[in-house]
């Protein structure tokens, strides 16, 4: 079976602070995205991460894709609240697979 | 368009009904899916449609029923639902099964069954 873990599994922090959420696995992915769901709304794609090693950028989100293409990161700089929600990382494999989730609050 | 759209919003059933959720896609995607997303937990695949054929099953009570009149349409038909069946259920969809598999979803149907 494949799985995607993400840690932290829960984030509370203060407007301004820097957060990185980590999805890792022991399965290799053709590619990783990762979406953000806000309470009763559905996730939304936030960036496709395909080739090992690649860094893309999305205002004050970074994503890595590691080099074994089994994991990713999520860098956020200067948190708003507006960034909070769930973050799901899903690697494609014969179908998507989400990772466990991170929620995360950014208070004022 | 760049939207998929769920109907109901909100959905309230005793075990006994027999009710419908309503999903709609104008993107020219020719892959859709439905998931249930309990809370707190990310979503599990229940269905996968092709080209309007069902391509996946993932061992899904037969309680629940899919369909895909169109290949813009998909339906998932409700009969006999437990308590533990209540959850947020969501329809995506994506160009197709091979290559990227960007997923867009729909804003879900919260489903409560009495």
């Known amino acids: 079976t494949q799985l995607l873990e993400q840690s932290p599994q829960f984030l509370s922090i203060q407007e301004g602070e820097n957060l990185t959420v980590y999805c890792n696995s022991s399965?290799?992915?053709?590619?990783l995205q990762w979406y953000r769901q806000e309470p009763g709304e559905g996730p939304v794609l936030l960036v496709t991460?395909?080739?090992?090693?690649e860094v893309k950028k999305l205002k004050r989100l970074t994503f890595q894709f590691g080099d074994a293409r089994k994991d990713s990161s999520l860098h956020i700089t200067a948190a708003q609240p507006g960034d909070t929600g769930l973050y799901l990382c899903a690697g494609e494999a014969d179908k998507l697979i989400f990772g466990t989730g991170t929620r995360l609050q950014v208070f004022p | 368009d760049t939207e998929v759209t769920q109907t109901p919003k909100h959905l309230v059933m005793g075990m006994t009904n027999k009710k419908s959720l309503k999903c709609e896609q104008h993107m020219g995607h020719r892959a859709m899916y439905w998931y249930k997303q309990k809370a707190k937990k990310p979503p599990e695949l229940m269905f996968v449609y092709s080209y309007e054929k069902l391509s996946i099953n993932e061992s899904v009570p037969s309680r629940f029923s899919p369909e895909c009149p169109n290949s813009s349409l998909l339906n998932l038909h409700l009969h006999a639902l437990q308590p533990e069946d209540s959850a947020l259920y969501l329809c995506?969809?994506?160009?197709?099964?091979?290559?990227?598999?960007?997923?867009?979803f729909g804003p879900g149907t919260r489903l409560t069954v009495l």
């Open positions: 399965s290799v992915f053709s590619s």
């Open positions: 991460v395909v080739t090992g090693g």
């Open positions: 995506a969809s994506s160009q197709g099964l091979a290559g990227l598999n960007e997923q867009f």
